[in-house]
């Protein structure tokens, strides 16, 4: 899932009401990872998308029921779900599967940090719904020059390392185009959140569910083939981070608006990086996380979070708004 959200709040709330719930979110989304990880052990990762779009819909579709809400019943709205459910959740989840069976999950976390790098000059040359400014023309600089860093691109031999990096790197990008795609077409629709997401892990799932035999060759395997790790995984994906995330992501935004929520996305890659460190005992070389400061720094300047001082006499901009991060 991702989205962009225009809800502000006029109150601020005390920190404890939404910090905790951010901490939680930046977790499983960062853990999200390491899940992936053992998943692709015993699954086909379009199998794991499968799984996990599959338990996220029934989550979703849960809390419909709990809420006494419907799906989408305009056509053109299940139209423009049908494209999201692809770029934003059966794509990109296959592309990390695959990636994480040739690079440590951690590195993946690394690459889903550069999504709202990507995000800008797609909203500004082809859905046209921003506009370039000095500031984020150069927040895009600092970030790809970071981006080179993380590649190591100095010391390119090729082989899998490179080859996943690049699958992760194109999952982020399929997550750029999917947030300002749902921003001009679907953003201004009545319909729920929750039934909008719901939506689209619906098409994401009919979709893999056609594709991935054909890719494949080969039917899904039982559950009870599969170990209680990589279950437990597919489980956690789905209805973690795909489902209870999405409603707590949600909560946080109406507390305190898109563009705080959005600082989930520099947690995240943290997480990434100590689950994979402590729990699957994956190593960094040490210019993978200082390309990831490099990419985050690129990140803030772009979205304003780091601005230029206003002199006196000037009436300061309007910060920009930044985007919230997509489940990864």
């Given at each position: 899932m991702s989205g962009v959200s225009t809800l502000t709040t006029p109150d601020k709330p005390p920190v404890r009401a939404w910090l905790p719930t951010m901490v939680t979110l930046a977790a499983i989304w960062g853990c999200s990872f390491l899940f992936i990880s053992v998943?692709?052990?015993?699954?086909?990762?379009?199998?794991?998308?499968?799984?996990?779009?599959?338990?996220?819909?029934?989550?979703?579709?849960?809390?419909?029921?709990?809420?006494?809400?419907?799906?989408?019943?305009?056509?053109?709205?299940?139209?423009?779900?049908?494209?999201?459910?692809?770029?934003?959740?059966?794509?990109?989840?296959?592309?990390?599967?695959?990636?994480?069976?040739?690079?440590?999950?951690?590195?993946?976390?690394?690459?889903?940090?550069?999504?709202?790098?990507?995000?800008?000059?797609?909203?500004?040359?082809?859905?046209?719904?921003?506009?370039?400014?000095?500031?984020?023309?150069?927040?895009?600089?600092?970030?790809?020059?970071?981006?080179?860093?993380?590649?190591?691109?100095?010391?390119?031999?090729?082989?899998?390392?490179?080859?996943?990096?690049?699958?992760?790197?194109?999952?982020?990008?399929?997550?750029?185009?999917?947030?300002?795609?749902?921003?001009r077409f679907v953003a201004g629709s009545k319909v729920s959140g929750t039934a909008l997401s719901a939506s689209l892990l619906l098409c994401a799932t009919i979709q893999l569910a056609i594709v991935a035999p054909i890719v494949t060759g080969a039917a899904p395997p039982m559950p009870w083939t599969l170990s209680p790790e990589v279950i437990g995984s597919v489980l956690a994906l789905g209805g973690l981070g795909s489902g209870i995330a999405f409603v707590l992501s949600m909560r946080n935004i109406r507390l305190i608006g898109a563009s705080m929520s959005s600082m989930v996305t520099y947690l995240m890659p943290i997480f990434a990086i100590v689950v994979g460190v402590l729990v699957l005992d994956e190593h960094l070389t040490w210019y993978q996380p200082v390309g990831a400061l490099v990419v985050l720094t690129g990140v803030a300047v772009s979205q304003g979070v780091v601005r230029r001082p206003v002199r006196s006499g000037k009436k300061p901009r309007k910060p920009l708004q930044p985007t919230v991060a997509p489940v990864p």
């Open positions: 998943g692709v052990r015993e699954l086909h990762p379009m199998y794991l998308a499968l799984g996990r779009v599959i338990a996220g819909s029934v989550v979703l579709l849960a809390f419909l029921a709990i809420k006494r809400e419907s799906l989408p019943r305009e056509p053109r709205l299940w139209a423009h779900t049908f494209v999201i459910g692809a770029i934003g959740s059966a794509i990109p989840w296959t592309l990390f599967g695959y990636g994480e069976q040739r690079v440590p999950s951690l590195l993946a976390g690394i690459w889903n940090g550069i999504t709202p790098l990507v995000v800008l000059p797609v909203a500004v040359l082809v859905f046209r719904t921003e506009k370039f400014t000095a500031q984020r023309v150069i927040g895009l600089l600092i970030g790809f020059a970071g981006m080179m860093v993380v590649l190591g691109a100095w010391n390119i031999e090729g082989g899998a390392d490179l080859t996943g990096q690049l699958l992760c790197m194109a999952a982020a990008v399929c997550y750029g185009i999917a947030v300002p795609y749902q921003k």
